[in-house]
């Protein structure tokens, strides 16, 4: 090939590609579950419809949706008050599960006496907690806090632990071989090993937190979206119930989201194995 030729398939071979294929690549895992939600909507005000349920029984989604746009100001409010309580106790109980799970991956000895009692932690009911903790506490914020923090440590501590103490043995020993400290293995090895359990709990801590914060305002608070609902049922305003109902479930999603997003930025390497992961499973042929 001649220089004027090279230099006229240059440009086209540094052409940068159209962004199209690649936005479309990006929305192509939500279509499936948008799909799917549209359609079950759709059915449901199609059933409420043509079966002529109560209002009071089961609001048709665009009853919802009135109920969404009628009360949105004090939607807002109620909002901020669990959102911030959802936060602020995930917080403190990830914390919480992130030393544990050091101290528990530390020492046997501690893991075999802690590890029980973080289990049966998790196995008294949070609506027989929540009472107890307003006692104790009154009906403050720190009630609720509490009962969003014992919500999120044990998902975080148990995938914490389970991430540190599945170190590679080689490359701690290697590590050691080469004159490392402990300090050394710790900030090497066991902290970037420890960074996908850390955010599968995280996951896990995030998708329960507005949950519990919602049951510690239902058992007692001055606001809040547990407090609304309380206080719709008593109204036997269903649809303004439902409308509390889609609300939650869109903020436990944002604070999915935003773990996911700070996975991105703290481990980016597990970004590329998850799209490698998902390519190699689009490729099985079963």
């Given at each position: ?5 090279q ?5 086209a ?5 159209p ?19 549209v ?11 043509l ?6 029984v089961?609001p048709a989604?665009?009853e919802?949706?009135?109920?969404l ?8 409010g ?16 990830a914390?919480?599960?992130v ?5 528990m ?11 029980p009692?973080v289990v049966?932690s998790q ?23 509490l009962v ?17 103490t599945?170190?590679d043995?080689d490359?701690?020993d ?7 400290s402990r ?15 850390l955010?599968?709990g995280?996951?896990?801590a995030?998708?329960?937190a ?8 239902w058992i ?11 206080r ?10 439902f409308?509390?109902v889609?609300?939650?479930a869109a903020v436990?999603?944002l604070l999915v989201g935003?773990?996911?997003a ?7 390497w ?15 042929p079963?």
């Amino acid at each position: 090939m001649t220089a004027p030729a090279q230099d006229a398939a240059a440009p086209a071979a540094t052409a940068p590609r159209p962004a199209g294929p690649r936005s479309r690549r990006a929305a192509a895992p939500w279509l499936p579950p948008v799909a799917l939600l549209v359609g079950l909507v759709a059915l449901w005000e199609l059933v409420v419809v043509l079966a002529d349920i109560p209002d009071y029984v089961l609001p048709a989604p665009s009853e919802v949706a009135a109920a969404l746009v009628r009360n949105a100001d004090v939607l807002a409010g109620h909002t901020v008050s669990t959102l911030t309580t959802a936060v602020v106790g995930l917080v403190a109980g990830a914390s919480v599960g992130v030393g544990l799970a050091f101290a528990m991956a530390a020492s046997t000895s501690l893991r075999a006496a802690l590890y029980p009692l973080v289990v049966v932690s998790q196995s008294i009911p949070m609506v027989v907690l929540a009472p107890l903790f307003v006692v104790w506490f009154g009906f403050g914020l720190l009630p609720r806090l509490l009962v969003v923090a014992l919500v999120s440590f044990f998902p975080v501590a148990v995938a914490t632990v389970g991430a540190l103490t599945s170190a590679d043995r080689d490359q701690v020993d290697l590590v050691r071989a080469m004159g490392g400290s402990r300090r050394d293995v710790m900030r090497h090895v066991l902290l970037p090993g420890a960074v996908p359990g850390l955010f599968t709990g995280l996951k896990v801590a995030a998708s329960y937190a507005m949950f519990a914060a919602v049951v510690g305002e239902w058992i007692g608070a001055s606001s809040g979206l547990g407090l609304y609902l309380e206080r719709s049922r008593a109204s036997f305003a269903t649809d303004q119930m439902f409308a509390a109902v889609v609300v939650i479930a869109a903020v436990s999603v944002l604070l999915v989201g935003l773990v996911f997003a700070a996975e991105r930025l703290a481990a980016p390497w597990r970004v590329a194995e998850r799209a490698r992961d998902h390519a190699a499973a689009s490729r099985a042929p079963w």
